[in-house]
């Protein structure tokens, strides 16, 4: 498989360092480095490699909240790694700048300042983590050394580094939070910092939060809803826009939940990849969670009971230009095997999990998908754009951008495998609505009254889709492209499951060949799934039903 540089030639791990708030000029004790210049490049930066067609480029950048009457925090920090995911020999630590660096986090207020360059492989990368062996405070005038109890810093999350196209990582420090003054110590640092990942045309308001140090996974009390009755269930949604989860909103926006007496509170966790987490924590009662997060959960040994089954053929549909469909005599009516076959060349967006999926596919009639097309890595908000200046030549995309580029670009949609019509991609536990152990069995009328809910909306979206699109605009969803949401219902409405039934056959399939292609597989050799499985909530409801 090619990768493809769409938008910077280089593979950098560059950081920024910018800060809010006022800051007034402070003494500098001798034991200091000096700040790094914004106009000098380090010599990690002169250092680096020549950039190929195969990097991506990484930025990390620091910001922060101000400490009430701190007007400098010197930081100095050394040995900054990312750790690149998975099993294989090129796993490990990756160190992106070796020799200390200072920055002042409350000096820097709209300044970036160059601290290192290193050239790095594209693939995803779970941590970062980095050596903090200074810190020198200016309180009310005064210079003051402050303890640093943890000298090494970690942050768990993980993010891509595609080749070509630049992963802004952002350092968010709450510096009021970080900076603790106790009796007889005096000032210590104990890291409050979240870190944000966006791409390069992103603003630092739409970086997502993916690790957190300081603050545990499961938010303060104004992010989470408080009860506010009996049957109140706070459902964690590892994000608010994703349609793939209609059955859900269409329960919610039909008043099925509300007919079952539930008052369901919807919680958005400041990690979309932390959800289970957070739910297991206390964040929220029940959580919607995809595949890799539910199989990931069980792996990590959280008690997690999976009760209802949402989403079972796959969200992700194949579509082509339409003059290159007319050039090469392309049409949705021909066999699967003549399509895929006139489709040899052409160069393919794909985000980077569902290669799996698309080598599945191509395999299915006996054709490679890493030599027969080229695959183009592009993280979602890239792709409409890269088909939209003929940079593709056809996707493998799923909502919102599927629906656009039909109504927007003038795509042709050649193979529906949300219709099933690919029977390796079918029949799936893709997204499941599951509790933990200790909720199911406090509360098995709660998971009862969700199961009838889910399945009666179930029952709706296969009936009447005029029905189903009135219930989505009802609910909570945030539409990211409400004038594709009559085409969305109509692809998807196959992919939602005739009744909620989990299965443990159902949840070890996901573990094989469709397991994203940026995560490793957690190993589940040893753990009872049956424990994590409990389908009688689902049979119940369809017993139940008129």
Not at 245 to 254: H, P, T
Not at 426 to 435: A, E, F, P
Not at 460 to 469: F, G, N, R, V, Y
Request: hydrophobic content about 45%; glycine content about 6%.
């Amino acid at each position: 498989m090619k990768l493809y540089a769409l938008v910077v030639l280089s593979v950098a791990a560059i950081f920024f360092l910018a800060a809010c708030g006022e800051a007034e000029p402070s003494p500098t004790p001798t034991s200091a480095l000096p700040p790094t210049p914004t106009s000098t490049p380090s010599p990690a930066q002169t250092a680096a490699s020549p950039v190929t067609s195969e990097e991506g480029t990484l930025e990390i950048r620091v910001t922060d909240q101000p400490a009430d009457g701190v007007t400098s925090i010197l930081v100095t920090v050394s040995n900054i790694e990312v750790s690149v995911s998975g099993d294989s020999e090129d796993a490990g630590w990756r160190t992106v700048i070796a020799q200390p660096r200072q920055f002042d986090l409350l000096k820097v207020q709209g300044v970036e300042e160059v601290l290192g360059k290193a050239t790095l492989e594209p693939g995803r990368y779970e941590q970062l983590r980095l050596e903090v062996t200074e810190v020198v405070l200016t309180i009310r005038g005064n210079v003051r050394m402050a303890e640093v109890p943890s000298k090494r810093l970690r942050l768990v999350g993980g993010f891509e580094l595609i080749a070509g196209a630049t992963t802004v990582l952002t350092l968010d420090f709450d510096a009021e939070k970080s900076i603790v003054f106790r009796p007889g110590v005096g000032p210590q640092l104990k890291p409050v910092v979240k870190l944000l990942v966006r791409t390069e045309s992103q603003s630092l308001a739409e970086a997502r939060t993916v690790a957190t140090l300081g603050d545990e996974v499961a938010p303060s009390p104004t992010d989470v809803p408080a009860l506010s009755s009996a049957n109140a269930v706070r459902v964690a949604l590892p994000v608010a826009d994703n349609l793939q989860w209609m059955n859900f909103y269409v329960a919610q926006g039909a008043g099925f939940f509300e007919d079952e007496g539930l008052n369901i509170q919807i919680v958005v966790p400041p990690m979309p990849d932390a959800a289970a987490r957070f739910m297991v924590m206390g964040g929220a009662d029940v959580a919607l969670l995809p595949r890799p997060l539910y199989l990931e959960s069980i792996g990590r040994g959280e008690p997690l009971l999976i009760f209802a089954n949402l989403f079972s053929n796959d969200p992700i549909n194949l579509v082509v230009r339409e003059e290159v469909a007319e050039k090469r005599g392309i049409s949705a009516d021909m066999p699967l095997a003549e399509r895929l076959n006139a489709m040899r060349g052409l160069r393919v967006g794909v985000a980077p999990g569902p290669p799996t999926r698309l080598r599945v596919l191509f395999e299915s009639v006996g054709l490679d998908a890493d030599s027969d097309i080229e695959m183009v890595i592009l993280l979602g908000d890239q792709q409409n754009a890269a088909f939209g200046k003929n940079e593709v030549d056809a996707l493998y995309a799923h909502t919102p951008y599927l629906e656009r580029s039909l109504l927007k670009q003038g795509a042709v949609m050649i193979v529906n495998q949300s219709a099933g019509e690919v029977p390796e991609l079918t029949n799936r536990q893709i997204h499941t609505l599951v509790t933990t152990h200790e909720y199911g069995v406090s509360n098995p009328q709660v998971l009862a009254a969700l199961a009838r809910a889910i399945y009666r909306a179930q029952r709706l979206i296969h009936t009447d889709l005029q029905a189903t699109a009135d219930a989505i605009r009802s609910s909570e969803v945030r539409l990211q492209a409400p004038e594709g949401l009559d085409t969305i219902i109509a692809i998807y409405e196959p992919a939602i499951p005739q009744t909620p039934e989990v299965s443990v056959e159902g949840a070890l399939r996901e573990l094989g060949s469709f397991f994203p292609a940026h995560r490793t597989p957690p190993d589940l050799s040893g753990i009872d799934l049956t424990s994590h499985i409990d389908n009688q909530f689902a049979l119940e409801a369809i017993a139940s039903s008129p």
